[in-house]
């Protein structure tokens, strides 16, 4: 089943299909323009190729919401692979596109309903044009053609989140195209040739803002860039001028930080999230990191240098923004990738020198499998008791092949084992998707709410209020319900400026539509958290409304779901 989040894009996808409007998005009853219309399109589009959902009859399927992540998740590891093997060769071109295709991100995100794999997508598509339009003739129809569909990708970009390909492609372009001359002094000559790298930064600076624009047609690209996503924004915001205020909140204001959701995260969040997005690889990803410096790949260097300033300039952008998310950081994993398969392609290339400690090395790596398998039980069984024991048994089996992989390359049969890690990785994944997927994605407590509802006689459009989280949207998407948020975003982002400092203030407010809604004359239905309830009957606003249902959370008693009516219920029932 579709995720919460996952609910969002394919019920907006629906909406566009039963209302014909394909400009405005529609979210449970009301516009839905914080974010761009691209994901709800594609899955708009794609649904007229398959037949209705069996369940509500409605269009848009579950395998059709996610299908347009797979084929952005497919043609991101197909340009990989043609960049790659521009840059570095053939067999590096292969290796990478292995890399990409069996590492955590790639698989996680392909399933995904969420815009984060077709970002990527474009993300990647606008690198791999600019790239070649460097290595295309200066003014010939190649280099104009490659600069069109970069400037192209980069406006499609936008209709997919919003302002993140100028962060995750302009940024480091523009650093790249300013600095790699100098590092490649550097990194040939060592530290001490920093003069000489700085009086080439200023020397070329003029020459290389004057070239940007002659050579590489910016005026006329950055048209096609506004032409791509512009006019969809002006259009939304004439047809609700509140659009404005809400890009300001779901953008600028989060990126500062003033978000009731920012929690206190450090600079280098990012770094573990990285490593775990490109396991099974990440035993690489040192060498990765600093082999643009490396005298070892220097033929290479050229290439290395774009895929590492791609890969450090997004890191560090995303790390100085105050709001983060796992997910956030995903378009820097296809830049990684890059330097993770230039790095495979050597390692398995080359022999195990075999010194004298491999017999201990090889006792470190049976042990350290053994002691994650066990401390992956301990977190699982407080994490996901359900599933803790099917899921650690997959870790083991998918550790044991693992294993395997590393005692076939001190053998000396290194490609075997690239491959047997891929596909460990590939089938580990897919055991813990298909296997246990039913029980990690709480669906249950949805279906739970479902049928108390129908149990209470509640008919289908009577509207279901979440008095302070946003509702969860598989109670629509899967049950055709109508869930809807007691406070709508449009009234929070004209009050509230800074939700982290106002965070008092928005309380009140819910504090006070909740009375106002259980003494209100009309019947209405709340949900509330268990932690809420318990809250609100402490300062003695919830106490002359009813309990109908309480919707358990096996997995987080403080979230149990409490569904409330208001005593207008009994003297008008459904």
Same mark, same amino acid.
């Given at each position: 089943?579709?995720?919460?989040?996952?609910?969002?894009?394919?019920?907006?996808?629906?909406?566009?299909?039963?209302?014909?409007?394909?400009?405005?998005?529609?979210?449970?009853?009301?516009?839905?323009?914080?974010?761009?219309?691209?994901?709800?399109?594609?899955?708009?589009?794609?649904?007229?190729?398959?037949?209705?959902?069996?369940?509500?009859?409605?269009?848009?399927?579950?395998?059709?919401?996610?299908?347009?992540?797979?084929?952005?998740?497919?043609?991101?590891?197909?340009?990989?692979?043609?960049?790659?093997?521009?840059?570095?060769?053939?067999?590096?071109?292969?290796?990478?596109?292995?890399?990409?295709?069996?590492?955590?991100?790639?698989?996680?995100?392909?399933?995904?309903?969420?815009?984060?794999?077709?970002?990527?997508?474009?993300?990647?598509?606008?690198?791999?044009?600019?790239?070649?339009?460097?290595?295309?003739?200066?003014?010939?129809?190649?280099?104009?053609?490659?600069?069109?569909?970069?400037?192209?990708?980069?406006?499609?970009?936008?209709?997919?989140?919003?302002?993140?390909?100028?962060?995750?492609?302009?940024?480091?372009?523009?650093?790249?195209?300013?600095? @790699?001359?100098?590092?490649?002094?550097?990194?040939?000559?060592?530290?001490?040739?920093?003069?000489?790298?700085?009086?080439?930064?200023?020397?070329?600076?003029?020459?290389?803002?004057?070239?940007?624009?002659?050579?590489?047609?910016?005026?006329?690209?950055?048209?096609?860039?506004?032409?791509?996503?512009?006019?969809?924004?002006?259009?939304?915001?004439?047809?609700?001028?509140?659009?404005?205020?809400?890009?300001?909140? @779901?953008?600028?204001?989060?990126?500062?930080?003033?978000?009731?959701?920012?929690?206190?995260?450090?600079?280098?969040?990012?770094?573990?999230?990285?490593?775990?997005?490109?396991?099974?690889?990440?035993?690489?990803?040192?060498?990765?990191?600093?082999?643009?410096?490396?005298?070892?790949?220097?033929?290479?260097?050229?290439?290395?240098?774009?895929?590492?300033?791609?890969?450090?300039?997004?890191?560090?952008?995303?790390?100085?923004?105050?709001?983060?998310?796992?997910?956030?950081?995903?378009?820097?994993?296809?830049?990684?990738?890059?330097?993770?398969?230039?790095?495979?392609?050597?390692?398995?290339? *080359?022999?195990?020198?075999?010194?004298?400690?491999?017999?201990?090395?090889?006792?470190?790596?049976?042990?350290?499998?053994?002691?994650?398998?066990?401390?992956?039980?301990?977190? %699982?069984?407080?994490?996901?008791?359900?599933?803790?024991?099917?899921?650690?048994?997959?870790?083991?089996?998918?550790?044991?092949?693992?294993?395997?992989?590393?005692?076939?390359?001190?053998?000396?049969?290194?490609?075997?084992?690239?491959?047997?890690?891929?596909?460990?990785?590939?089938?580990?994944?897919?055991?813990?998707?298909?296997?246990?997927?039913?029980?990690?994605?709480?669906?249950?407590?949805?279906?739970?709410?479902?049928?108390?509802?129908?149990? @209470?006689?509640?008919?289908?459009?009577?509207?279901?209020?979440?008095?302070?989280?946003?509702?969860?949207?598989?109670?629509?998407?899967?049950?055709?319900?109508?869930?809807?948020?007691?406070? *709508?975003?449009?009234?929070?982002?004209?009050?509230?400026?800074?939700?982290?400092?106002?965070?008092?203030?928005?309380?009140? %407010?819910?504090?006070?539509?909740?009375? @106002?809604?259980?003494?209100?004359?009309?019947?209405?239905?709340?949900?509330?958290?268990?932690?809420?309830?318990?809250?609100?009957?402490?300062?003695?606003?919830?106490?002359?409304?009813?309990?109908?249902?309480?919707?358990?959370?096996?997995?987080?008693?403080?979230?149990?779901?409490?569904?409330?009516?208001?005593?207008?219920?009994?003297?008008?029932?459904?």
């Amino acid at each position: 089943a579709l995720g919460d989040h996952e609910t969002i894009v394919a019920q907006c996808a629906r909406n566009m299909r039963l209302t014909g409007d394909w400009l405005v998005p529609y979210y449970l009853g009301d516009a839905y323009v914080r974010k761009p219309p691209l994901p709800y399109w594609m899955i708009a589009g794609l649904s007229y190729l398959f037949p209705n959902d069996p369940q509500t009859g409605l269009p848009v399927t579950t395998l059709v919401a996610r299908l347009p992540s797979a084929l952005a998740a497919f043609g991101t590891v197909l340009l990989l692979w043609k960049l790659a093997s521009s840059m570095f060769g053939q067999i590096v071109g292969r290796t990478t596109a292995v890399v990409a295709a069996s590492g955590l991100f790639f698989l996680l995100y392909a399933a995904n309903a969420t815009v984060e794999m077709i970002l990527t997508f474009c993300c990647t598509w606008a690198h791999v044009h600019f790239w070649f339009a460097t290595q295309a003739p200066a003014r010939s129809s190649r280099r104009k053609r490659h600069l069109f569909f970069f400037f192209l990708a980069m406006g499609v970009g936008m209709l997919a989140k919003g302002p993140f390909p100028l962060v995750m492609v302009a940024m480091p372009i523009i650093f790249w195209w300013y600095t @790699q001359r100098p590092f490649r002094v550097i990194a040939s000559s060592g530290g001490r040739a920093w003069r000489s790298a700085l009086t080439r930064f200023f020397r070329e600076l003029w020459p290389r803002t004057r070239e940007a624009f002659s050579s590489y047609y910016l005026i006329p690209g950055l048209i096609v860039f506004g032409l791509c996503f512009v006019p969809w924004m002006i259009a939304v915001g004439i047809k609700h001028p509140d659009s404005w205020d809400l890009w300001n909140w @779901q953008y600028w204001q989060r990126a500062q930080g003033q978000y009731d959701d920012t929690r206190p995260r450090n600079f280098f969040y990012y770094l573990p999230v990285m490593g775990g997005l490109i396991l099974p690889w990440m035993f690489l990803v040192f060498e990765a990191a600093a082999s643009p410096w490396m005298r070892k790949y220097a033929r290479q260097r050229r290439g290395l240098l774009y895929a590492g300033l791609w890969t450090l300039v997004g890191f560090l952008v995303m790390s100085l923004m105050t709001f983060k998310k796992p997910y956030y950081i995903g378009p820097v994993i296809p830049p990684l990738s890059l330097l993770l398969g230039v790095v495979a392609a050597r390692f398995y290339s *080359q022999p195990f020198p075999k010194p004298h400690w491999t017999p201990w090395l090889k006792i470190a790596v049976i042990l350290g499998g053994i002691g994650f398998v066990g401390g992956g039980y301990l977190y %699982l069984r407080e994490e996901f008791p359900q599933a803790a024991v099917a899921l650690t048994v997959i870790a083991a089996v998918a550790v044991a092949a693992l294993i395997l992989a590393c005692l076939l390359y001190f053998k000396g049969r290194r490609w075997t084992a690239f491959g047997l890690t891929a596909a460990s990785s590939i089938l580990a994944f897919h055991a813990v998707w298909y296997g246990c997927g039913t029980i990690i994605d709480n669906i249950d407590k949805v279906a739970d709410l479902e049928r108390v509802l129908n149990e @209470q006689g509640i008919s289908k459009d009577t509207p279901i209020l979440w008095v302070h989280d946003r509702p969860d949207g598989r109670l629509s998407f899967y049950f055709a319900r109508c869930p809807r948020p007691m406070i *709508q975003p449009e009234e929070i982002v004209t009050k509230f400026v800074d939700r982290t400092t106002q965070k008092d203030t928005l309380k009140n %407010l819910v504090i006070e539509r909740t009375e @106002q809604l259980i003494s209100s004359p009309k019947p209405v239905y709340l949900v509330l958290d268990r932690e809420e309830y318990d809250l609100a009957r402490m300062f003695g606003f919830a106490t002359n409304a009813c309990v109908i249902g309480e919707i358990k959370d096996s997995g987080r008693p403080g979230k149990d779901w409490i569904l409330l009516a208001n005593p207008a219920v009994k003297e008008h029932p459904n």
